[in-house]
């Protein structure tokens, strides 16, 4: 499965190549030695991209189906999926030259969250019926096992509703992981090794800067709690994945601190100031969730402002 996804995406990569390859140089040996060309022209001789598109897309089938002889009877793949979607991009109302440098959008951040269920194999079923509408990147299991659902460049359906900074798509731009967990129980050091594997890799390859690792909860609070109040925040800013506070240098923040800037900057959406206190509790302070700010959290809050912001 994973192979033939992997050998599909080459396949992909590579007739999108020939495809934007072919076209320039079919317009040069027509052009002859010409230096200069008129945009309309190019537009002229490049236009039949929309049906380069199809043919390349069909060709992408065919090579998915030659790979995998599965594919013909079953339901197209996430990629082939995507690809019908991607044509939507291309707008018929207007002119289209192709330019000749580009790659694709990348993650620029990750989401973690529980899964509120009692198996591994059961998120997996989730993920895998028409009705739910939803899906995530990567889930994995109490043992440690990883199962990725979807590739990091397809836009999974795992964070719905909610504002974080300016973000209100957080699905176009994030990864999304699920920790196998009943919601109210402790993560196993097993699963929490793997994902730390996982968030070092992901970081690596997409650059995803530390501070745009979150939870669920902190894009929907008040909607989502995950991961619960267990989920070890504190070891994952020890290797790089979001932030934590040092206990040994809280201070009183001064006078002119505001503690409600503060929480907007680091990305809460205020507009239930009750909701956004209880998420940041659950992920810094633990021993005590309620909706209320105490002078002890708001040091917390004071040494992540100096701190990372
Ligand atoms: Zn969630």
Wanted: hydrophobic share 40%; aromatic share 10%.
């Amino acid at each position: 499965m994973k192979r033939s996804t992997v050998q599909l995406l080459f396949a992909l990569c590579g007739l999108v190549i020939m495809g934007s390859c072919s076209a320039p140089k079919n317009t040069a040996s027509k052009q002859g030695k010409a230096p200069l060309i008129a945009p309309s022209e190019i537009v002229e001789k490049t236009a039949p991209r929309l049906d380069t598109v199809v043919a390349i897309k069909e060709a992408v089938q065919e090579q998915a189906a030659a790979n995998n002889p599965a594919v013909i009877d079953n339901t197209l793949t996430p990629e082939q999926k995507a690809w019908e979607m991607f044509r939507e991009g291309l707008h018929k109302n207007y002119d289209f030259a192709a330019a000749m440098h580009y790659d694709v959008r990348k993650p620029q951040f990750v989401m973690i969250h529980h899964t509120s269920q009692s198996s591994l194999a059961q998120t997996v079923r989730t993920f895998q019926l028409a009705h739910t509408k939803v899906s995530s990147h990567y889930v994995i299991g109490r043992d440690g096992r990883v199962v990725q659902m979807l590739n990091d460049y397809l836009r999974g359906w795992h964070a719905g509703r909610g504002k974080w900074g300016a973000i209100t798509d957080m699905n176009s731009v994030s990864i999304g992981i699920e920790l196998d967990n009943n919601g109210r129980e402790p993560f196993p050091d097993a699963q929490i090794n793997s994902l730390l594997v996982l968030l070092d890799t992901l970081k690596t390859k997409y650059s995803i800067p530390q501070k745009n690792f979150i939870g669920h909860g902190d894009f929907a609070p008040g909607r989502k709690d995950d991961p619960n109040v267990f989920f070890p925040w504190q070891l994952l800013a020890e290797r790089g994945f979001g932030i934590w506070y040092n206990p040994n240098y809280l201070v009183q923040p001064p006078i002119t601190f505001n503690p409600i800037d503060a929480l907007k900057l680091m990305g809460y959406d205020l507009t239930n100031q009750e909701y956004a206190i209880k998420a940041f509790k659950r992920k810094y302070i633990k021993s005590d969730l309620s909706g209320i700010l105490t002078e002890h959290d708001k040091a917390v809050l004071y040494d992540l402002y100096r701190k990372y912001y």
